[in-house]
């Protein structure tokens, strides 16, 4: 609706000198931010909009249900629903769409399951909003019914169901059923995109067929883009394949221009396969650029507010209390045999100091930080906006041991739920 944000502050203009305003200019202001990733201004703009009595119809609340799944505000998110079910917007499919992503992003995937379920006729969004939350939680068995369910209901897959059931293949490993997806989504005419295919890629790789996915690579008929490349080099990475990896990793920088995500691959793909000075060179490169890791954070929500953490945060007021916790619950998980896995850390700097450096990282803090607030019968959830390190997730499922809690982790791409040492993701993430 507005592409650009130099139309919504013409449209917030003109809004803002109207002398009266209908339920109509409301929703479509904050449907404007919301569309445009402005998540505060739209939660600003609803609840001015229910302060001054505005009948805020179900347009308006699938807006606001996205901003809040967007930003993991279940609380608020569940006022919402509330809302919703009072003015039976609920039945409506853009609403329920809204809610089972909502429910599935903030970790209570039976939250979403029970909304789907109520919807009666569901719409193409709502399947696909469904699929995801099953791909995201690791019920691939379900993701597959559900695909079933939906053919029998008469309701065309898209090029978003495909790429969920990609999605759902590739976080279980079904390597058959991903490949089977991949051709019927063909056979149903849709031409798949680039992340089909890095999807695709990502799954073969994983599974060791590396070879098969280079050939995907191969026959694809648009161009390959870095993130398909940089799925070939994860599958290379885990399979020792270092001179694919190095193949793949040239094929990369002749693309031009590499994201800062993909840059440790090229460094660590390149060193593997004995190519030192072109190791060297990507490390130039990324220097040079001054291409910065994003910052990674966590947070957890605790009625309506979030706290946020970065690695060795000590800026929370509990600060004290959280690392005190996290002191004793290390001696308690190295009793347990929980050795902490240092080649995660990237930086240059001694054992110790990377033994500290490791212990620190957000989600432990986080964590900390719910252990020490909720209720022990109370399950800590935890969002991540990067991907979780591997020795943060062998600490996690110590903690669940330890302390006899579920932890649920939303990190990226995915949901970890550690209870009594395991993790649902069976360790493939
Ligand atoms: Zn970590
Ligand atoms: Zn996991």
Redesign the pocket.
């Known amino acids: 609706m507005y592409s650009k944000c130099g139309e919504l502050g013409d449209a917030r203009k003109v809004f803002n000198e109207m002398p009266e305003r209908n339920v109509v200019s409301w929703s479509g202001m904050i449907f404007g931010y919301a569309q445009l990733g402005e998540n505060e201004e739209a939660l600003r703009l609803f609840k001015r909009a229910v302060v001054e009595g505005v009948d805020v119809n179900d347009f308006t609340c699938s807006s606001v249900i996205h901003v809040c799944g967007n930003m993991t505000l279940l609380e608020l998110g569940k006022q919402i629903h509330g809302l919703c079910l009072k003015k039976s917007y609920d039945s409506s499919s853009f609403v329920g769409s809204g809610l089972v992503s909502l429910y599935s992003k903030c970790g209570i995937i039976e939250g979403a399951y029970r909304v789907f379920d109520e919807v009666p006729i569901k719409n193409v969004g709502m399947w696909n909003a469904m699929l995801l939350a099953c791909a995201q939680h690791a019920h691939t068995g379900k993701a597959l019914d559900l695909f079933h369910q939906m053919q029998n209901a008469g309701t065309k897959p898209n090029f978003i169901t495909f790429l969920s059931m990609l999605y759902a293949c590739s976080h279980a490993g079904l390597v058959t059923e991903g490949q089977y997806y991949f051709d019927l989504m063909k056979k149903c005419g849709i031409e798949p995109g680039d992340q089909h295919y890095a999807t695709l890629v990502d799954l073969l790789g994983r599974a060791g067929k590396l070879k098969e996915a280079l050939k995907v690579i191969e026959e694809m008929p648009i161009q390959p883009t870095e993130s398909v490349w940089g799925a070939l080099l994860t599958g290379c990475r885990l399979h020792g394949n270092t001179e694919l990896a190095a193949y793949a990793a040239d094929r990369v920088f002749e693309l031009g221009d590499v994201g800062s995500g993909l840059f440790m691959l090229l460094c660590n793909a390149y060193a593997a396969a004995g190519r030192l000075e072109d190791a060297a060179k990507a490390r130039k490169m990324l220097r040079d650029r001054g291409v910065k890791k994003e910052t990674?954070l966590s947070w957890v929500e605790e009625g309506n507010r979030v706290h946020t953490f970065a690695a060795g945060d000590r800026r929370h007021p509990k600060s004290e209390e959280i690392y005190q916790k996290l002191e004793e619950l290390g001696s308690d998980m190295e009793r347990a045999g929980y050795v902490a896995d240092t080649s995660?850390v990237l930086q240059q700097m001694d054992d110790d100091t990377k033994k500290q450096a490791?212990r620190y990282?957000s989600?432990?803090l986080a964590i900390a930080f719910g252990l020490i607030s909720f209720p022990p019968e109370r399950p800590i959830r935890i969002m991540k906006n990067l991907r979780?390190?591997?020795?943060?997730?062998t600490?996690i499922k110590f903690m669940s041991k330890c302390t006899g809690r579920a932890i649920i982790v939303r990190d990226n791409s995915r949901f970890h739920r550690f209870e009594n040492g395991k993790c649902s993701c069976g360790d493939y993430w």
């Not at 979780?388 to 997730?393: A, R």
């Open positions: 990674g995660y490791i990282h989600e432990r979780i390190c591997g020795d943060c997730h600490a």
